[in-house]
């Protein structure tokens, strides 16, 4: 039986596009009828994830519970938010039963498992999610190995991820994930998780030279397959 997706968007707006273009290009359909319904609130008000977990601004979960309310009225049955940061205040939300929501850190790192069985992960997120550890219960689940960016790198990963919700041209930032990535190569890792919905739109400029995991993609999978979709 098919399902209706509810995509709980706008941190940040363009993620939340390339979520939804993913979900159609994944979406095995040779007509309109054949792809899924979604109701999408694109919501870019939302305060700070990032403030709210490093400095207490805002909180974001009013914002966020308003949006899953909204979308629940209207008929979502299946809830899904294309923002890595923002699953550190899933547990702070309610959701309606018997309304279903896919864990993003649960599904990429699963992906991760999958793919790359006893290979040791480079991780690439805001500093939120590196600071908080919000990976990190999901990793060590799956014993899977891991390492983060140094703290300047990660700094400067904060600064690229400013960038793409900034609209700044994707080509200049391209060269410094490559030089975050490679350090991160030297010290072990095999692999790479895009663990922020604005790393994806970065590596499309220019894909990144080693194997990664892209956490936008393993979520509109797992949609599509939940909702009773069938992948491309």
Same mark, same amino acid.
């Given at each position: 039986m098919k399902k209706v997706l509810g995509i709980l968007g706008g941190m940040g707006p363009q993620a939340t596009i390339d979520l939804q273009q993913k979900i159609l290009n994944l979406t095995k359909a040779e007509s309109d009828a054949e792809h899924l319904r979604v109701f999408i609130d694109?919501?870019?008000?939302?305060?700070?994830?990032?403030?709210?977990?490093?400095n207490n601004t805002t909180?974001?979960?009013?914002?966020?519970? @308003?949006?899953?309310?909204?979308?629940?009225?209207?008929?979502? @049955?299946?809830?899904?938010?294309?923002c890595i940061s923002a699953h550190y205040?899933?547990?702070q939300l309610s959701i309606p039963p018997p309304v279903n929501f896919l864990d993003m850190l649960q599904i990429s790192c699963q992906a991760c498992s999958d793919n790359y069985a006893n290979s040791t992960a480079g991780i690439l997120c805001s500093e939120a999610t590196?600071?908080?550890?919000?990976?990190?219960?999901y990793l060590k689940r799956l014993s899977i190995p891991y390492i983060y960016p140094k703290t300047e790198h990660q700094q400067l990963l904060s600064r690229l991820i400013l960038g793409v919700k900034a609209q700044a041209n994707l080509a200049l930032l391209t060269a410094d994930l490559h030089l975050i990535a490679e350090e991160l190569q030297k010290r072990g890792a095999d692999y790479f998780l895009l663990a922020c919905t604005e790393l994806p739109i970065i590596v499309q400029s220019e894909p990144l030279p080693y194997p990664y995991v892209d956490a936008t993609k393993e979520l509109a999978k797992a949609a599509i397959l939940h909702c009773g979709y069938v992948l491309k």
């Open positions: 694109n919501h870019p008000q939302i305060p700070d994830r990032i403030g709210a977990v490093l909180s974001p979960v009013p914002a966020m519970q @308003e949006s899953l309310n909204k979308l629940c009225t209207i008929g979502a @049955e299946c809830i899904i938010m294309p205040f899933l547990k590196a600071k908080s550890g919000l990976l990190d219960p």
